[in-house]
T-cell receptor
Framework: NAGVTQTPKFQVLKTGQSMTLQCAQD?????MYWYRQDPGMGLRLIYYSASEGTTDKGEVPNGYNVSRLNKREFSLRLESAAPSQTSVYFC?????????FGQGTRLTVV | GENVEQHPSTLSVQEGDSAVIKCTYS??????FPWYKQELGKGPQLIIDIRSNVGEKKDQRIAVTLNKTAKHFSLHITETQPEDSAVYFC????????????FGSGTRLLVRP
């Protein structure tokens, strides 16, 4: 049982490049989330998907887009990366009230 | 929207002592308050949670208390052990279809042997 799987684990981008962070869960959860974690700021919600086919903005959505491809997969896209998007990104899925997190993607934008 | 404040940002205790981490929230409609533990290089994991119809919940060495009137909730760890060293996050959520979790800024707990 893999839980929540994120790829890649590490990535370095140049300013202006684009990339997609992938997330998949095998627990048949309806809700999925993308967070970013920065020192001293905890986890901030970027986007979420309450169910397949729906997505909504969280606290810090600017510069990001998401796709809920199917029930299992929820991807996060950076269209034009900026140094301010250097962070650790976590995907999560939720059953009832408990959220399950992936291992994270450490992204550096230079 | 919801805002969650967490204190202290760092906490160092001697093994065997107790540790207390406190959070306050702003949205009176929030009714679910979990605590997550994050070890180095890993994603956060749920360790205990409390709902607004309960004032206190305990699970072995950890307990959470909630004061809805004051919008405060706290994590208590007794008889701390070195393996309790980690970053702890509180969070708050409304019980709606999104179940959005809004997190505090985290507390780095160090348990000295």
């Amino acid at each position: 049982n893999a839980g929540v799987t994120q790829t890649p684990k590490f990535q370095v981008l140049k300013t202006g490049q684009s990339m997609t962070l992938q997330c998949a869960q095998d627990m048949n959860h309806n809700s999925m989330y993308w967070y970013r974690q920065d020192p001293g700021m905890g986890l901030r919600l970027i986007y979420y998907s309450a169910s397949e086919g729906t997505t909504d903005k969280g606290e810090v959505p600017n510069g990001y887009n998401v796709s809920r491809l199917n029930k299992r997969e929820f991807s996060l896209r950076l269209e034009s990366a900026a140094p301010s998007q250097t962070s650790v990104y976590f995907c999560a899925s939720r059953k009832n009230t408990e959220a399950f997190f992936g291992q994270g993607t450490r992204l550096t934008v230079v | 929207g919801e805002n969650v404040e967490q204190h202290p940002s760092t906490l160092s205790v001697q093994e065997g002592d107790s540790a207390v981490i406190k959070c306050t929230y702003s949205d009176s409609a929030s009714n679910y308050f979990p605590w997550y533990k994050q070890e180095l290089g890993k994603g956060p994991q749920l360790i205990i949670d409390i709902r607004s119809n309960v004032g206190e919940k305990k699970d072995q060495r950890i307990a959470v208390t909630l004061n809805k009137t004051a919008k405060h909730f706290s994590l208590h760890i007794t008889e701390t052990q070195p393996e309790d060293s980690a970053v702890y996050f509180c969070a708050a959520s409304r019980k709606d279809s999104s179940y959005k979790l809004i997190f505090g800024s985290g507390t780095r707990l160090l348990v000295r042997p």
